[in-house]
């Protein structure tokens, strides 16, 4: 895609409001909570202060950047989700500021094809401790950067992607074969969700419609040949 799909919606669609976004921020902290007692886990962190760590240390190192993933999808979405671990988008790999990420505590797990991994800082077991994860020179990661809005999360503020970078980024997963198929159904369904609370924002990706019913066929295939995941 030749330009950010950002810039082609229409301005008068509106991401969350400050007061939603921390209203969301709160329900998805209190849902890691409840997710490690369900579990029977000793209380761990939530997300909330890696967040502010790891944000702290991009804003204060000058890292272009925008928070992508799961927790954007519960920053967009008005239904209470969580998820594990926070996404961020850089421009590359050798701009992530390292030095000050050690400096700040957080430990280096290692780097995939298109992603680097990160573990949030703290006395907890590696499994208690927050997953941060960069991912950087993949399709639309560049233009959610420059697409992605500054935003009052209470106490400190973040750069989110807009709605139909999202959405780019969410496709762009969901259509990876070498994905498992659990995470590109959740991508698909975040699809389904976006589109839902932002309509104008499908008009910016071509083909949304035509490319999500492939989508929806080839994962029924797929969970049909290969049955339950193990």
Known sequence: ????????????????????????LGQSFALDRLWS????????????QPLRAVISVLESSGTA?????????????????????IDLAVRAFSEIPR????KAGFVHEGRHSHSDNWRSPGAAPRAQRVAVQFSSED???????????????????????????????????AEEPRRRPSKRRQDLLDI??????????????????????H??????AVGRSLGPER
Request: charge should be negative; charged fraction near 20%.
């Open 1 to 24: 895609m030749p330009v950010g799909a950002s810039r082609l919606y229409s301005n008068s669609v509106s991401g969350p409001t400050s007061a939603e976004i921390q209203e969301r």
């Open 37 to 48: 007692e369900t579990m029977g886990l000793p209380p761990g962190d939530t997300k909330e």
């Open 139 to 173: 399709v639309g990661i560049v233009a959610a950067i420059n697409g992605a809005r500054a935003i009052d999360a209470g106490g400190f503020s973040l750069r989110l992607v807009a709605p139909p970078d999202l959405l780019v980024l969410k496709l762009a997963a």
């Open 192 to 213: 389904v969700t976006l589109v839902d609370a932002y309509p104008e924002a499908a008009s910016a990706v071509p083909d949304l419609e035509s490319r999500v019913e």
């Open 65 to 85: 950047y925008a928070v992508i993933g799961g927790v954007a999808m519960q920053l967009h979405s008005s239904e209470p989700r969580t998820t594990l671990d």
């Open 215 to 220: 989508l929806s066929r080839e994962l029924l």
């Open 99 to 102: 030095d000050a990420l050690s």
